[in-house]
């Protein structure tokens, strides 16, 4: 399985972005998937995810209300909708498959995309 990560940019805080995660190869429709990003000097957090039917979302408390995880399976594609960016939103923004398909945040995620670079100006 081979997810690629796309969309990320350089945006003004308070503007919108919206990620990609497209994947290749396995059964997407089967997996969980998740948002992970990694600021410069900071570990790997967890942002949203999203179980295998789309039925059931988790959002880190940071990004509650602003940012929105969905999925189209016929297109083998999860997204990740970000809006009222802040600075501290900047950051590589990772994709990941849960081949069990619970999507939740403590899963293990067995596949990674590239990560797509999202910086936010104040």
């Known amino acids: 399985v081979q997810l690629q990560a796309s969309g990320g940019g350089l945006v003004q805080a308070g503007e919108s972005l919206r990620l990609s995660c497209v994947a290749s190869?396995?059964?997407?429709?089967?997996?969980?998937m998740g948002w992970f990003r990694q600021a410069p000097g900071k570990e790997r957090e967890f942002v949203a995810s999203?179980?295998?039917?789309?039925?059931?979302?988790r959002y880190a408390d940071s990004v509650k209300g602003r940012f929105t995880i969905s999925r189209r399976n016929a297109a083998n594609t999860a997204y990740l909708q970000m809006n009222s960016l802040k600075p501290e939103d900047t950051a590589i923004y990772y994709c990941?498959?849960?081949?069990?398909?619970?999507?939740?945040?403590?899963?293990?995620?067995?596949?990674w995309g590239q990560g797509t670079q999202v910086t936010v100006s104040s």
């Open positions: 190869g396995g059964f997407f429709n089967r997996y969980g």
């Open positions: 990941g498959a849960d081949r069990i398909g619970t999507g939740s945040p403590g899963a293990k995620y067995d596949y």
């Open positions: 999203i179980d295998w039917v789309g039925a059931q979302t």
